[in-house]
C-alpha cells in the first residue's frame, strides 16, 4: 500500500506534467495577432460580457444571443476589430442555443487546443485579433461535417446592403 508521501509525489509529478504539457501546448498554439491591446484596452472598447467571453474565453448562456435566429442575408464580423467571419451563406439552426455555421470565411478564424473541461475542444479565436469566438464540433451538416458553434456577443451582424 503507497504511503501518503508517495502519493504526494506522484500527484505533485501528475499535476507537473500536465502544467507542462499545457505549457508547451498554449507556447506552440500562441500566435501573434495584428491586433493587441491591453486588458483595460479592451474593456473600454467591449461590453463587460464581449469582454468575458472574447478575451477571458467565457461563454455566454444558450438561447440568449438574438443572432441565434437571424437568417437574413448579410456577414458575422468580429465584435472587437470587424473582421468579417461568417457569411449568412454558411448558417444554420443546430438547436444549440448558439449562431452556428458549417464554415468559416476562409482565413478569417484561427484555432487551438481547448483544456478548459476534462477534456480537449477545438477553440475559435479571430485570426486577427484572437479575440475568443467559440468551439467547433465534427457534427455539423455537409459539405463540411462541421459545427462553428459561436458565442452570439462576439458576433457582429451586419445586413447585405439592397439592391
Known sequence: MPTRRQLTFAGVGMALAAGLSRT????????MFEIVKTDAEWKKELTPEQFYVMRQ??????????????????EYH??????????SATKFNSGTG??????????AVGTSTDWKLIYSRTEVHCRRCGGHLGHVFDDGPEPTGKRYCMNGVALKFVPKPAA
Not at 57 to 74: F, I, Q, V
Not at 78 to 87: G, I, R, S, V, Y
Open 98 to 107: 448558439w449562431p452556428s455555421f458549417y464554415a468559416p470565411i476562409d482565413g
Open 78 to 87: 468580429c465584435a472587437a476589430c470587424d473582421l468579417p467571419l461568417f457569411t
Open 57 to 74: 474565453h467565457g461563454t455566454e448562456r444558450a438561447g440568449t444571443s438574438p443572432l441565434d435566429k437571424n437568417y437574413a442575408p448579410g
Open 24 to 31: 508547451a501546448s498554449a507556447a506552440e498554439e500562441s500566435p
